[in-house]
């Protein structure tokens, strides 16, 4: 029997993702996927700012900007009768300007099957264990671990693995959610896709403009179309009702290279269809996230529809929240109920973050800035004004459960880069008085003169930040320090 310390099931961008995360913090841990390899399907078309930011943590950030920096102008989003025919409705990403000054990081406007691959070859590089072709037949917990039994798809042959902690991350048909009798609540299959994966030469069609998503009406298709950054390449989505007798059957590729040219207005254009894959549309959320010894990340526990990037970058989200948890547990420096705060913190965001992506399709407001008086948040406000416990979502300004702000630092650095693997101190002086509260706790002066005004303390003030730049606490006085850092990771208070 092998063993590890953490097994996840599932390789895609959240499987993956945790096995970064975790090989990062030192863990042992093996991904096993049952497919044979990555898929081709470009899937998620963009990364949001925090999801970038957690990447840059361990130290991808540079290698995802690289993937996603001939993306760099499409930012339109916009309602057409085809890419030669007229634009009905125009509206843009935030840029690089509105973000400035929130993160130090971009959106990736870099499709999933561009990012799975550095994460899988990240996730090696720190030490973990990545198999593809290779299912998970069965698990059983105790109350020491679990036990496993994956098995080959290619010879047949089975093994056991016993770990301390599993992760399923294996998608809306989570096996691992369906063997721990968890549901899904929400709406399943409010629409069925069909993705044409496809090769086309689209530059005289597109000329200037550049889309991250375009949304295509007329007579022959009503498709959503985007394209790559060699605009040689797109994808299209298409709807079909299997309550009026449609399916996936109804499109054989002959028919897909008519829909494709139709959405494009070029009659006579090459096309040649790489592949096609049938989907729901669905806005749902799990009951659980797991149960004893089993988690449950991204897809298993929230799909959400296509609009705004937040699908599988909450999924990362995910992965790095439990990440850090379950490493301080396995490493002894927190206490077991550390992991009963993944679902309490998680399960609500991901919740809200559902809901506003349902409300995006169903008010129609999916493709461009979303009205007010839809109920519906601005696409930043969504990213990154998230808030563990009770509070409205708002630019985060140091409050306790808010992710820390970003401050830039004289060295060119911004603040989030000094979050590390362990809990830190930010103060803006009197480094000294701090360090002597908590010995061993990383203590930053920040000199920056915003400091204190955009993580609400006094200048002599400090805010305590958990590994995954969560501010956990925020006060004037030293004695409440050891208390507080306490109550982060679960252990006994003095």
Known sequence: ?????????????????????????????????????????????????????????????????????GFAGHTMRARVESLTGKEMFRADLPTATDLDRLSPSPWALCSQDRLEPLLRE????????????????????????????????????????????????????????????????????????????????????????????????????????????????????????????QSSADYPWPRCVQL???????????????????????????????????????????????????????????AHNLAWKLAHVLRGKAGPELLDTYEAERAPVAEFTVEQCLRRVTSGTGFGRPAADAGLLDDLTLTLGFRYGEGEYAEPAGEPGTRAPHVQLGDGRSTLDLFGREPCLLTGSAGERWRAAVPDLDVHVVWAPEFAARYGVERDGAVLVRPDGIVAWRGGSPDELPDALARVLCRATR
């Open 122 to 245: 990240h996730a090696v590089q720190l030490g973990a264990r990545v198999d593809f072709g290779v299912e998970l037949s069965a698990f059983e917990q105790d109350g020491d671990g679990v036990t496993a039994t994956v098995r080959s798809r290619g010879d047949g042959s089975a093994e056991r693995i016993r770990a301390r902690y599993l992760i399923g991350a294996d998608g809306v048909r989570s096996r691992v959610r369906q063997r721990l009798g968890i549901e899904l609540k929400g709406t399943p299959a409010l629409l069925r896709q069909l993705s044409i994966v496809f090769k086309a030469d689209l530059r005289e069609y597109l000329g200037e403009r550049r889309f991250a998503i375009c949304q295509v009406v007329n007579d022959t298709v009503e498709a959503l179309l985007v394209h790559d950054d060699t605009l040689t390449q797109g994808t299209l989505y298409i709807q079909y009702d299997p309550a009026k007798g």
């Open 260 to 318: 494709v040219r139709a959405a494009i207005g070029a009659p006579g254009l090459p096309v040649r269809i790489l592949d096609t894959q049938s989907w729901e549309l669905s806005a749902l959320s799990a009951t659980r996230y797991g149960e004893g010894r089993v988690f449950l990340a991204g897809d298993a526990v929230h799909v959400m529809p296509p609009v705004g990037g937040f699908g599988a970058s909450t999924g990362i989200q995910d």
């Open 1 to 69: 029997m092998s063993e590890t310390e953490v097994l996840i099931v599932g390789g895609g961008v959240v499987g993956l993702s945790a096995a970064a995360f975790l090989a990062w913090h030192g863990v042992s841990c093996r991904v096993v996927e049952r497919r044979a390899d990555l898929s081709i399907h470009p899937r998620a078309r963009g990364f949001n700012p925090r999801a970038v930011e957690l990447l840059r943590q361990v130290g991808l950030e540079p290698a995802v900007l690289e993937a996603s920096k």
